[in-house]
């Protein structure tokens, strides 16, 4: 099972691997969160920083997909496509006044609005 977040008190964000028939808990990367597994369990996509990153599942190094441009963030939410070749992602203004789903296509690196809509503010 992945999971996400910080461990205990005192410990940053990160990648966690819960093995599901039970041993110790393994931590991929730090500094992540909202991470999502592709639907073939051999890449996930993270946040860091103001950034979607991508990293194969065993742990190797990430690679930064995506920046968020100046004035805007990525929502938490992420999802693949059941093809595993593009990952959705919510963008909103800092102002609050624009919100884009999009997608980020992994061949290419072009991404696609989906959606463009100031009242939207999360997708599932």
Same mark, same amino acid.
């Given at each position: ?6 461990y ?5 964000? $990160? %990648?966690?691997? #819960?093995? +599901?028939? !039970? /041993?110790?808990? *393994? ?6 969160? =909202?991470?999502?597994?592709?639907p ?6 993270f946040?860091?920083?103001? $950034? %979607?990153w991508? #990293?194969? +599942?065993a !742990? /190797?190094?990430? *690679?930064?997909l995506?920046?968020?441009?100046? =004035? ?16 959705a ?6 102002? !609050?006044?624009d919100?884009?789903?999009?997608t980020?296509?992994?061949n290419?690196?072009?991404t696609s609005v ?11």
């Amino acid at each position: 099972m992945l999971v996400s977040g910080p461990y205990g008190p005192k410990e940053r964000s $990160g %990648i966690w691997v #819960v093995p +599901a028939a !039970g /041993g110790a808990l *393994r931590k991929l990367h730090e500094n992540a969160w =909202g991470a999502i597994l592709s639907p073939d369990d051999s890449r996930i996509a993270f946040h860091r920083g103001r $950034g %979607i990153w991508l #990293v194969d +599942a065993a !742990g /190797g190094e990430p *690679r930064e997909l995506l920046a968020a441009p100046p =004035g805007y963030s990525f929502i938490e939410a992420l999802a693949w496509a059941r093809d595993g070749r593009r990952i959705a992602f919510g963008k909103r203004s800092q102002a !609050g006044d624009d919100f884009t789903l999009e997608t980020y296509e992994l061949n290419t690196g072009r991404t696609s609005v989906i959606l463009s809509d100031p009242k939207a503010g999360g997708f599932c």
